[in-house]
């Protein structure tokens, strides 16, 4: 039986005029990037939300990946 391993990364979605929604992407992409050439595999992107803000108010992403142990 295969047996696997999970590493979780949080990160925060830029707001403001400073900062841009594509920022918060490109960063998204720089660590799955970086974490497959560690032989992590990409299992999931989920988008958590402020109940008070309401649903479509990402506060961030958790990027999940798996590797075989």
Not at 2 to 14: H, P, S
Not at 25 to 51: H, M, Y
Request: aromatic letters at 12%; a positive charge; hydrophobic letters at 35%.
């Amino acid at each position: 039986m295969k047996k696997y391993e999970y590493k979780f990364i949080e990160v925060n979605a830029k707001r403001g005029l400073k900062d841009k929604a594509g920022d918060t992407f490109d960063e998204c992409k720089r660590i799955i990037t970086a974490e497959s050439e560690n032989g992590w595999r990409l299992k999931q992107v989920v988008t958590p939300f402020n109940e008070k803000l309401g649903i479509n108010s990402a506060m961030g992403y958790q990027i999940i990946f798996e590797r075989e142990i």
